[in-house]
């Protein structure tokens, strides 16, 4: 099957700085793409999305941005905090084949005190 | 509210036991999810159910058996499984064929552990 890709496995951030976590997909033909944080022992929480017709889209925090023509995601977090020591996973949707996500393989994050 | 529940948090069980994990979300949704995930893994579609009717399946052994009694509630039937189903298994809700994003909401897992 296809597979979405992550380039850092773990990443390391001092509290307070920015974090950028990114991502690779393969489906040129996908049209919605998630992040979601995934805390140890818990499920997966959806964080920010975005449609395959925006380039850029902000949450509090966190920004996604969307690079269709070198098939490319990012998640940037302002001002990292502990709490957001989690790991984090890409998702992208090809809506011809249902609702179906495909996941990254995920990036750990950790904050630094 | 954005909440799915699973029970039970966590199960052990040995290879000839049968038991069920349960799922129930009350956003409205009409298509639910059960996904495997194993340790330093990213989820793994298995099932996807559509207004109570099984759409996809992802070629899943059939000591699985997924059932959707309502449009709340999803189990998944376990029966004769391997030590190597051990995993945490996720549920997820999402509306359904809006043209906008059908965003999947996650449950907290079931902790699955097969002796």
């Known amino acids: 099957g296809e597979n979405v890709g992550l380039h850092l496995p773990t990443l390391s951030v001092q509290e307070g700085d920015n974090s950028i976590i990114n991502c690779a997909y393969s489906?040129?033909?996908?049209?919605?793409f998630i992040w979601y944080k995934q805390e140890s022992g818990k499920g997966p929480q959806f964080i920010i999305d975005?449609?395959?017709?925006?380039d850029k889209r902000q949450g509090q925090r966190v920004t996604v941005l969307l690079n269709k023509t070198v098939k490319h995601l990012s998640l940037q977090i302002a001002a990292t905090q502990p709490g957001d020591s989690a790991v984090y996973f890409c998702?992208?949707?090809?809506?011809?084949?249902?609702?179906?996500?495909?996941f990254g393989g995920g990036t750990r994050v950790l904050v630094k005190p | 509210d954005t909440e799915v529940t699973q029970t039970p948090k966590h199960l052990v069980m040995g290879m000839t036991n049968k038991k069920s994990l349960k799922c129930e979300q009350h956003?409205?949704?009409?298509?639910m999810y059960w996904y495997k995930q194993k340790a330093k893994k990213p989820p793994e579609l298995m099932f996807v159910?559509?207004?109570?009717?099984?759409?996809i399946n992802e070629s899943v052994p059939s000591r699985f058996s997924p059932e959707c009694p309502n449009s709340s509630l999803l189990n998944l039937h376990l029966h004769a499984l391997q030590p190597e189903d051990s995993a945490l298994y996720l549920c997820?809700?999402?509306?359904?064929?809006?043209?906008?994003?059908?965003?999947?909401?996650f449950g907290p897992g079931t902790r699955l552990t097969v002796l």
């Open positions: 997820a809700s999402s509306h359904w064929g809006r043209t906008a994003g059908d965003t999947q909401y």
């Open positions: 489906n040129s033909a996908s049209d919605y």
């Open positions: 975005i449609r395959s017709n925006m």
């Open positions: 998702a992208e949707r090809f809506k011809a084949a249902g609702n179906k996500l495909t």
């Open positions: 956003m409205g949704h009409r298509a």
């Open positions: 159910y559509s207004y109570e009717k099984l759409s």
